[in-house]
């Protein structure tokens, strides 16, 4: 990945701590640009603030600054929210002390960010009369070291950068979205329907991704919509490998494809990529136990408005209504807008999530997990709906 990487595929670092307590300046210094604003005054960044940038060792990332933890008063408190919000997206945090000593509210805030399994470096800002870059133990902040360093003479930023690197997540440099399914040599055929939803010139965010993994594996690439796939399959000397169909088609696909080929869909890639493959097939089998009293959450991680081929908000809750009955409940979110409490529903269907870092997309099955909820995803639920999701590969 390089300066290009959709936002999705960088890691997310994030800032936090109290206000005035030199998050902005932060990360003005790590990126060698004036990208927060910096004030004297506390409160100042009032909405968290995202900067895409490289960072040797790290690579492509975005450095998040989010308001101080201690604001005040009810706006405050949803600015508060909004920096509990970006944990559900973070794979790395900085949490900066604003004093020699830790307060309760960071100490807080640590066990919290201990308690999500995210991996954090806990540092000393404003280190200007202190020595800069030292690292010393923190007796009330069990298992981390704290690094003093100085935003303003950029004393200590180097060795953070180390520190980030040594603490990078496990599962960062994750397996691919075809891993196990193509490889050099083979000949991979996309279908791809262009329609309402394919924006005009330009491919959706999980076929060019796709297509860019399948050439950097020296794979054979051929792509057609679902009208030429007969004549596209036809013309071949042999049959491909894999075929990888956009989820509506997907019976179409199945019915025309050669027995040998492979078959899935960008969805069902995404969703063993970016979130728990083996959570969300489980979860298709609530679609058999669904009644017209049911009701089933939809989820996107993307907000648009509504189309009248939108498989999400229009193609999904068809083939459902029509499976289950015309009177079953269905509730539709976009974006950050995901409900802390799912125990009211039956189902949650998700997208693929291309918009969305992994980090996100397991937050949300691990809170569908703890609360007990059936979750899927759009590739898999269609693929079950329409009786072959034991046909394709995940």
């Not at 490889?183 to 055929?189: K, N, S």
């Not at 894999?242 to 696909?253: E, G, H, P, R």
């Not at 189309?307 to 409940?329: C, F, M």
């Not at 995803?377 to 072959?388: M, S």
């Amino acid at each position: 990945m390089n300066a290009s990487a959709p936002r999705a595929e960088r890691l997310h670092i994030a800032i936090y701590g109290r206000r005035n307590s030199g998050k902005s300046s932060l990360v003005n210094a790590l990126t060698g640009q004036c990208n927060a604003i910096v004030s004297d005054t506390p409160g100042t960044t009032t909405d968290p603030v995202l900067k895409a940038m490289e960072i040797p060792g790290l690579g492509p990332c975005v450095l998040i600054d989010t308001p101080g933890f201690d604001d005040e008063g009810p706006l405050g408190a949803l600015r508060v929210e909004q920096s509990r919000k970006i944990l559900d997206k973070t794979d790395l945090a900085i949490l900066l002390l604003a004093g020699e000593e830790p307060l309760d509210d960071e100490i807080e805030w640590l066990r919290t960010l201990d308690g999500r399994r995210i991996p954090t470096v806990v540092v000393r800002s404003k280190a200007d009369l202190g020595t800069a870059g030292e690292s010393a133990p923190a007796a009330d902040l069990p298992g981390h070291r704290t690094l003093r360093l100085s935003a303003t003479t950029g004393e200590g930023i180097a060795a953070l950068r180390e520190e980030l690197i040594r603490n990078l997540p496990e599962d960062y440099n994750r397996a691919e979205i075809t891993a196990g399914l193509a490889a050099a040599g083979d000949l991979v055929l996309l279908l791809m329907p262009q329609d309402a939803q394919a924006p005009k010139g330009r491919l959706i965010l999980p076929q060019v991704q796709t297509i860019r993994e399948l050439l950097d594996k020296q794979c054979r690439v051929v792509c057609c919509t679902p009208e030429q796939l007969e004549g596209t399959l036809a013309s071949l000397v042999a049959p491909p490998k894999l075929i990888i169909t956009d989820s509506q088609v997907f019976a179409k696909a199945y019915a025309l494809k050669p027995e040998a080929s492979l078959l899935t869909s960008f969805s069902v890639l995404f969703a063993r990529y970016k979130g728990d493959i083996d959570y969300f097939v489980a979860g298709a089998e609530a679609i058999a136990r669904l009644r017209e009293e049911s009701r089933v959450l939809i989820a996107e991680a993307c907000t648009h408005a509504p189309l009248s081929e939108d498989i999400g908000r229009v193609k999904i809750p068809a083939l459902l209504r029509k499976r289950v009955g015309p009177g079953l409940r269905i509730d539709i979110v976009g974006g950050t807008d995901f409900p802390e409490d799912l125990t009211p529903y039956d189902l949650i269907i998700h997208c693929g999530a291309c918009m969305f870092n992994r980090r996100h997309v397991l937050s949300r099955v691990e809170r569908a997990r703890t609360q007990g909820i059936p979750m899927t995803n759009y590739g898999v639920a269609i693929a079950a709906l329409q009786g072959i999701l034991d046909k394709i590969e995940y």
